[in-house]
């Protein structure tokens, strides 16, 4: 009994481990994908085992919801995460160019004059 005991103790922290580790690579990979200051706040996030119906219910996927945002014309942003940290979609579809649009307008305006003639 108490082998079982201890290779359950033991199962239960390498999952645990596991887990810390998915969920740290999904948050680095959105925090690539945002940069250093994000415009969105808010954030929850959760993981799917039953599938996400946007996705064609693709199984296992880390789901990072953003509940305000100060992009133009974006309220809310989820970003979709495999378990592994590679990004699978973004809901809305084109939040990196509106993210560049963004960025560029807090760009001093001599700086984006000079990177447009290049």
């Not at 014309?73 to 699978?88: K, M």
């Not at 579809?93 to 963004?102: I, Q």
Request: charged letters at 20%; proline letters at 5%; hydrophobic letters at 40%.
């Amino acid at each position: 009994m108490y082998k079982l005991f201890k290779v359950l103790v033991v199962l239960g922290f390498i999952c645990g481990l596991l887990t810390a580790g998915s969920y740290a690579g999904a948050r680095v990979t959105v925090g690539k994908f945002l940069g250093s200051a994000p415009p969105l706040a808010g954030r929850s996030s959760s993981f799917s085992f039953a599938g996400v119906e946007e996705l064609g219910n693709r199984r296992l996927v880390w789901i990072i919801d953003y509940a305000t945002s100060q992009l133009p014309g974006v309220r809310r942003a989820t970003f979709y995460v495999s378990p592994t940290g590679d990004l699978i979609a973004t809901v809305p579809a084109d939040l990196d160019v509106r993210l560049n649009a963004w960025q560029r307008s807090r760009e001093p305006w001599e700086t984006r004059v000079s990177t447009r003639g290049s």
